[in-house]
Nanobody, 125 residues
Framework: QVQLAESGGGSVQAGGSLRLSCAASRTTYSLNCMGWFRRAPGKEREAVARISSGSGSTWYRESVKGRFTISQGNAKNSVYLQMNSLKPEDTAMYYC??????????????????WGQGTQVTVSL
């Protein structure tokens, strides 16, 4: 079973930065669609960013555009999420997700097969 391991979460003040990392293990095939989701307390899970390794194309939710950057890691089947200018409303558990190919969900192309355990991001004023 493919496993995804996230790291890099933590607590920062508003305006600060964090970089999340995600690496897949127990797989010999390429996970061509990788992304990040988040769930804040009392809210639904939402997609944050996605990258397709074949084309290099990316997608961001509107509220993080210009502040977050998703990129492929140096290792196969790994991905980063650089988060700058963090706001209190970015506070959430962040989850890495991956798939061999993106799945169309809610009009978006997103990964949906494998999930990490999550890493907490807390942004304070």
């Amino acid at each position: 079973q493919v496993q995804l391991a996230e790291s890099g979460g933590g607590s920062v003040q508003a305006g600060g930065s964090l970089r999340l990392s995600c690496a897949a293990s127990r797989t010999t095939y390429s996970l061509n669609c990788m992304g990040w989701f988040r769930r804040a307390p009392g809210k639904e899970r939402e997609a944050v960013a996605r990258i397709s390794s074949g084309s290099g194309s990316t997608w961001y939710r509107e509220s993080v555009k210009g502040r977050f950057t998703i990129s492929q890691g140096n290792a196969k089947n790994s991905v980063y999420l650089q988060m700058n200018s963090l706001k209190p409303e970015d506070t959430a558990m962040y989850y890495c997700a991956a798939d061999i190919a993106c799945t169309r969900m809610f009009g978006l192309l997103l990964p949906d097969r494998y999930w990490g355990q999550g890493t907490q991001v807390t942004v304070s004023l």
